[in-house]
């Protein structure tokens, strides 16, 4: 636990908020796609039947006008809660909590309200109103104190009702017919849970939590510089859009240019070879050890620096395994940190045309300890 706690304190509120509003960002993003898809398919095998009538009757039973108003107006308030998150901007943030609680009560109450309501889905949709109430208190007096009681109660109500939904939607695994069968069905329970809309609340109230509780200094918060000449610095917003919009391929080229440039910053080259490194993330899990190993490789970097980073490999360990690229912000926000207070410049190898010598080669040149150190990699 002393371990986890330290993590937490590499998170400063500005890297919390880019995390956690990635994923309502990414979550939201995902049902107003799905939505819109299934709404096109619709639409399109019905201009294939040429049956205009039957087209509406699927439409209707696939989605009603109030299914899809319903996940509109739900997924606008999710992208306003990640906005804030994002901007680091508790106003919003609270604004949109304000409304996600109001959206929550609505369904409850309507839910109570119907003849032969479940109780078991009335108790699943309290969990979650009362974790919007708690956040709300939390923010609104900003107490830490408060606000510790308050996480915990809610890390807990909502474990419990994740893991009931999910044992109640296994249960019929046992009569799967072959492995394929029983993956779609422990996959369906998995989102059938609320696993994921869970962490979104425990996100929220983590950034909260970090919001109220950070003492650390954040030295990008008011980094107001130009881009450090560093050839391993990508600002956030671009490695976030690449992350959003190119996952598969800019997964590949990260976990490539975060091996080499750790690789760089510690002068070791032999060890982590970028290749191979980035080859082994075929294998099931091994992302999840490479971010461990290479969040301690920085951290010893950062904290020679100046900083005072703890338990960095544990904290990316958590992330990548319970957050989707959770991890890559968090490392990339940590290179960014190093190019900004190491006393290096770190340039890519380029060739110019000399008249007398032909194409040379630029090699590295080290200047005086008072001028920061030049470096030119290879590519």
Same mark, same amino acid.
């Given at each position: ?6 993590a ?6 500005r890297?919390?908020?880019?995390i ?26 019905a201009?294939?039947?040429m ?6 009757d ?16 739900s997924?606008v308030?999710?992208l306003?809660?990640?906005? +804030? !998150?994002?901007?680091n901007?508790p106003? &919003?943030? @609270?604004?949109?909590? *304000? =409304? ?12 109570m ?9 009335v ?13 709300l ?20 109500l ?28 422990f ?6 849970? +609320? !696993?994921?809309s869970?962490?979104?609340? &425990?996100? @929220?109230?983590?950034? *909260? =939590?970090?919001l ?18 560093n050839y ?13 919009f ?19 910053f ?5 060890k ?5 490194e ?12 490479w971010?461990c190993?290479?969040?301690k ?21 958590? =992330?990548?395994?319970f ?18 207070i190491?006393n ?17 080669p ?12 030049e470096?030119v990699?290879?590519?």
């Open positions: 636990m002393e371990k986890i706690s330290s937490f304190r590499s998170l400063s509120p890297l919390t908020g880019l956690v509003g990635f994923m309502w960002l990414s979550y939201f993003a995902d049902e107003l796609y799905t939505l819109l898809t299934n709404i096109v398919k619709s639409f399109i095998a201009d294939e039947e049956l205009m009538g039957h087209y509406e699927e439409l209707m039973n696939a989605y009603s006008t109030g299914d899809i108003v319903s996940v509109v107006i997924s308030i999710g306003i809660v990640a906005v +804030g !998150l994002l901007k901007h106003k &919003i943030i @609270l604004a949109g909590t *304000v =409304l996600t609680t109001g959206e929550g009560l609505f369904y409850l109450v309507q839910g309200m119907q003849e032969g309501a479940d109780f078991t889905l108790m699943y949709n309290s969990v979650y109103v009362i974790s919007l109430v708690l956040i208190l939390s923010l609104v007096s900003f107490r830490a104190l408060l606000t510790n009681i308050g996480f915990l109660v809610a890390v807990v909502n474990t419990v009702a994740a893991v009931g939904a999910f044992v109640a939607c296994i249960s019929p695994i046992h009569l799967a017919e072959g492995f394929f069968e029983a993956a779609n069905i996959l369906t329970s998995m989102e059938g849970s +609320g !696993l994921i869970r962490l979104l609340i &425990i996100g @929220l109230y983590i950034y *909260v =939590l970090m109220i509780a950070y003492e650390g200094e954040d030295v990008q918060e008011n980094y107001c510089d130009d881009t450090p000449d391993f610095y990508i600002t956030m917003k671009k490695h976030m859009a690449l992350l959003f190119f996952a598969p391929v800019w997964y590949f080229v990260w976990v490539y240019r975060t091996t080499k440039a750790i690789n760089v510690k002068d070791e080259h032999d982590y070879k970028p290749g191979r980035t080859l082994k993330l075929l294998l099931p899990l091994y992302f999840c050890y971010s190993t290479q969040a490789r920085l951290e010893t970097e950062l904290n020679k620096h100046g900083a005072q980073e703890e338990e960095m490999g544990v904290t990316a360990l958590l =992330l990548s395994l957050i989707g690229f959770g991890s890559e912000i968090y490392l990339q926000d940590k290179i960014n940190q190093y190019c900004i190491s290096k410049i770190i340039k890519k190898k380029v060739s110019y045309y000399d008249e007398n010598e032909g194409i040379v630029e090699y590295p040149v080290d200047t005086t300890e008072q001028k920061p150190t470096i990699i290879d590519e």
